[in-house]
């Protein structure tokens, strides 16, 4: 089964030529630079200025533009003669800030807003900008563009079918930085749409069915375990997770291989959290946050897009995804509190919360890639804990490693990728709280949620180097913000990508 039919993102190009020189463009959009003594236009303004024959700073004026992030003049072409371009009809002036990487998605985001429903932009943004600010500027506008429904007459509004990026002296020579932001604004892209995806539709084995399909796409190698499989295998928290639904559990491991690859080169494991509805179980959950549930396989969905881009961003690293995928649902069949159960190589755990089965799973699919993958970094990530939402709000993720090496690569990718993590610490001094006087462990320690739930997953982790992201923080936005759309944001794709696309992802961790 494939996904449904949904809007696409922009096509995007590059061209040398100033933006008012490029024909076919009904939208022409210019940077407008904050400065203290007042807004600067930027490249490509100046030809513009030209072909119409108008002072734009006069535009700026009348709507009281700064040059502020996001801010958007705009100016109707009402009399195309002489000029270049006669398919020109609208000029927009976008403020960029100081035309930092971060500042151009966020203004790319804007601008792709305000001209969705077009046919075709030419913008000179990426002219102030290096590769990682060209990078940014596409990831804007491609994500700023992303719209999900399953309405019966189609999407309310269409992306821009077609981007220029013009104005570029090197134009050529940048095609690599702009394929590799399509990379991974594409998996961005995806992880929202898996995220997004209704319930009724998405259940495990339809996200077995979805890597297979990018298994086959991006040459991936895939294994899928069946209910069947995974008990036969000893893998007891997915199964016990997974018991109480109609919708059986899955787990799939996908290998890629680089192409310069030997028995030296690293490997990395990542693993998802997959839980593609979670009621609660029967620690059930209220109304209200169950709404959101559909997206608790969000780390799934984001090691899933990952596997899909690595060749696309040349990752150096031999990477293997693990998604433990089940349903917390539940019935007469569902894991009950006080039942004990036996993950993957034997750990026992006491269930005394249904409702905190994400690290069940991911449990068995650390301790299996530790077993059997024997990576030279295991990272897993998942909207695990409401705890982290508390301590760090709706903006920024939390992680956890335990190694500096490791976190610091971490913590720069994100930052770059314009998904920031924040490192929280592993305090063994809580260690008591996930105690149990019947199994190796609880389940469910209580506070500090989002430190007990790293704790409990440190202990399948195997003494590798190891970092856990905790995005429940950050996997839903509440309006449009920046390069997000209202709701599920499949936020860990883009931070994960810039980190594995490093020449050494795991240089100086050991």
């Known amino acids: ?16 030529l100033p933006p008012s020189a490029v ?5 022409v959009a210019v940077p407008v630079l904050a400065d203290e003594a007042g807004p600067t236009l930027g490249p490509g303004a100046a030809e513009l200025v030209d072909e119409l024959g108008e002072d734009l700073f006069e535009v700026l004026e009348l709507a009281g533009a700064t040059g502020a992030v996001g801010e958007v ?26 035309g930092t990487p971060t500042e151009l998605r966020r203004a790319g985001a804007a601008l792709a807003r305000r001209v969705r429903g077009r046919e075709s932009l030419v913008t000179s943004l990426a002219a102030l900008a290096d590769d990682a600010g060209l990078r940014a500027l596409v990831e804007g506008l491609v994500l700023g563009s992303y719209e999900f429904h399953r ?6 509004t269409q992306p821009v079918a077609r981007v220029v990026l013009a104005g570029l002296v090197d134009a050529h020579e940048r095609k690599a930085a702009l394929e590799r932001a399509l990379a991974v604004a594409g998996a961005g892209w995806f992880s929202r749409t898996l995220a997004l995806t209704p319930s009724n539709e998405k259940n495990p084995i339809w996200m077995a069915e979805q890597a297979d399909l ?19 295998d000893g893998f007891g928290g997915i199964i016990g997770v997974g018991q109480g639904s109609v919708n059986p559990p899955r787990l799939v491991r996908l290998d890629y291989t680089p192409r310069s690859s030997s028995r030296k080169t690293p490997h990395v494991a990542l693993v998802g959290k997959g ?16 709404m959101l549930m559909k997206r608790d396989m969000t780390g799934a969905g984001v090691v899933l897009a990952v596997m899909g881009a690595l060749a696309d961003v040349d990752c150096p690293v031999k990477v293997t995804g693990l998604l433990p995928l089940a349903e917390n649902s539940v019935s007469g069949r569902s ?4 039942d004990v159960l036996r993950h993957y190589g034997g750990r026992t755990t006491e269930v005394t919360n249904t409702d905190a089965e994400g690290r069940l799973v991911l449990a068995d699919a650390m301790a299996y890639a530790v077993d059997q993958i024997k990576p030279d970094v295991l990272v897993d990530i998942a909207t695990l804990t409401g705890a982290m939402r508390i301590a760090l709000g709706q903006r920024t993720g939390g992680f956890f490693a335990n190694r500096d090496a490791l976190a610091e690569s971490l913590r720069a990718a994100s930052v770059s990728a314009g998904e920031p993590l924040w490192r929280m610490p592993l305090v063994a001094d809580y260690e008591d709280r996930i105690s149990s006087k019947v199994a190796d462990s609880d389940n469910a320690g209580g506070t500090p949620g989002a430190i007990t739930a790293a704790l409990f997953l440190q202990h399948f982790a195997g003494g590798l180097p190891w970092a856990h992201l905790d995005v429940a923080s950050v996997g839903d936005s509440p309006v449009d913000a920046f390069e997000y759309t ?17 020449r050494e992802p795991l240089a100086g961790v050991h």
């Open 73 to 98: 003049a705009e100016r109707a072409v009402l009399d195309t003669s002489g000029l270049s371009n006669d398919d020109l009809r609208l000029v927009l002036l976008v403020g960029v800030g100081a």
């Open 214 to 232: 990018v298994a086959g796409r991006s040459g991936l190698k895939i294994r899928v375990w069946d209910e069947k499989q995974l008990a036969d």
């Open 1 to 16: 089964m494939s996904l449904p039919g949904q809007v696409s993102p922009p096509q995007m190009a590059l061209s040398d």
């Open 335 to 338: 894991m009950r509190p006080g």
């Open 151 to 156: 309405r019966s007459g189609g999407a309310t």
């Open 275 to 290: 839980i593609t509805f979670d009621t609660g179980g029967l620690s059930i959950k209220p109304r209200e946050n169950m």
């Open 23 to 27: 024909v076919g463009a009904d939208v």
């Open 486 to 502: 209202k709701g599920a944001t499949g936020f860990g794709a883009r931070a994960l990508l810039h980190w594995l696309e490093l």
